[in-house]
C-alpha cells in the first residue's frame, strides 16, 4: 500500500522551529518529486516547498524562503521540512505529496517553477497541523 505519514507538528511560539517528517512506505522515494503543502480553514492549499527526486533541487514559496529547508534521505525513505523563525501565519495544516515520473522516464524529477499545483501530485498524507501562537 502506497503511503505517506506526516508527524512533528504541534504547538510553539513565535520565533521558535519545528521539524516535520514525511515517511513514505510502498514507494521508493528515489522516483518521486516531493512538496509540502499547508492549507488553512476557507483557503486553498499552497505549495510551500519541493524537492526533486535526486534531492539537488528546491524550491520555495516566497513566504518562507530563508527560514524553511527542505531535505530529503533516500536511505530513509524520509522528506523533512525544517521550519526556523516561525510566525503565526505559519499556522495550518501542513501536508506532503508526492509526483511519480511520467511511464518510460528514467531520469530525475525536478521542481517546476509552479510546483504548487495539487492536480500534479499522485499521492498525498493526511496532514499534520502546526500551529503558531504565543
Known amino acids: 500500500q502506497l503511503q505517506l505519514v506526516e508527524s512533528g507538528g504541534g504547538l510553539v511560539q513565535p520565533g521558535e522551529s519545528l521539524r516535520l517528517s514525511c515517511k513514505a512506505s510502498?514507494?521508493?522515494?528515489?522516483?518521486?518529486?516531493i512538496s509540502w503543502f499547508r492549507q488553512v480553514p476557507g483557503k486553498e492549499r499552497e505549495g510551500v516547498s519541493c524537492?526533486?527526486?535526486?534531492?539537488?533541487?528546491?524550491k520555495y514559496t516566497d513566504s518562507v524562503k530563508g527560514r524553511f529547508t527542505i531535505s530529503k534521505t533516500n536511505a530513509e525513505n524520509t522528506v523533512y521540512l525544517q521550519m526556523n523563525s516561525l510566525k503565526s501565519e505559519d499556522t495550518a495544516i501542513y501536508y506532503c505529496?508526492?509526483?511519480?515520473?511520467?511511464?518510460?522516464?528514467?531520469?530525475?524529477?525536478?521542481?517546476?517553477?509552479?510546483?504548487?499545483?495539487?492536480?500534479?501530485?499522485?499521492?498525498w498524507g493526511q496532514g499534520t497541523q502546526v500551529t503558531v501562537s504565543s
Open positions: 505529496a508526492a509526483r511519480k515520473a511520467p511511464p518510460g522516464y528514467d531520469g530525475s524529477i525536478y521542481c517546476p517553477q509552479y510546483f504548487g499545483v495539487t492536480d500534479h501530485y499522485d499521492l
Open positions: 510502498g514507494l521508493t522515494l528515489n522516483y518521486y518529486l
Open positions: 524537492v526533486s527526486s535526486d534531492g539537488d533541487d528546491t
